[in-house]
């Protein structure tokens, strides 16, 4: 628990756009809420890859979704449920079940459907929702502790200067 808090820090800290943390984050929350090996996850990784998103905030990000879906699953099969028994989706439905790529997505499912819908209306408040925080936090936050006496003390420090010369970090603090 302590590493993945001390991951957080490093991403937050790190010279990352704010943009692209919160992206990672939220395709983080895609891949964590819905199950984990289906095709638009494996859209999701390559476009990941492809658009060089920051892989240890997805990593974290669909952790922590995947850790919530757990609680939400009841939640999810309410809204997958009404999505699949309302007569607007069932012909959609029906003509997507009937190709046999998106079988393997199990679209079909009350708790598949209603965890790809809540991730899809869910993905761009959450986008700009973090994005706005990541902001906030380096700007208030980040710049309180640098100002700090124990931040300059340990931040002029040869061991700290030691330390970002192996790992080949830019400053933490």
């Not at 439905?93 to 998106?102: A, D, S, V």
Request: hydrophobic share 55%; charged share 15%.
């Amino acid at each position: 628990m302590i590493r993945q808090i001390a991951k957080l820090i490093r991403i937050l800290n790190s010279e990352t756009a704010p943009i692209n943390i919160s992206l990672a984050i939220c395709f983080g929350m895609v891949v964590g809420f819905t199950q984990m090996w289906s095709v638009h996850n494996l859209i999701i990784l390559f476009i990941i890859l492809f658009f060089r998103v920051n892989l240890s905030a997805f990593i974290l990000g669909t952790l922590v979704f995947k850790s919530l879906s757990f609680l939400l699953n009841s939640v999810f099969h309410q809204i997958g449920l009404s999505l699949l028994t309302a007569e607007v989706f069932r012909n959609l439905g029906t003509y997507l079940y009937n190709i046999t790529f998106w079988k393997f997505d199990r679209i079909n499912n009350t708790i598949v459907a209603g965890s790809i819908l809540v991730s899809i209306v869910g993905f761009l408040p959450m986008l700009f929702l973090l994005n706005f925080l990541i902001r906030k936090y380096r700007k208030h936050v980040l710049g309180y502790v640098r100002k700090t006496k124990i931040a300059k003390a340990l931040m002029s420090s040869e061991f700290y200067h030691y330390y970002k010369k192996i790992t080949g970090f830019k400053d933490v603090l």
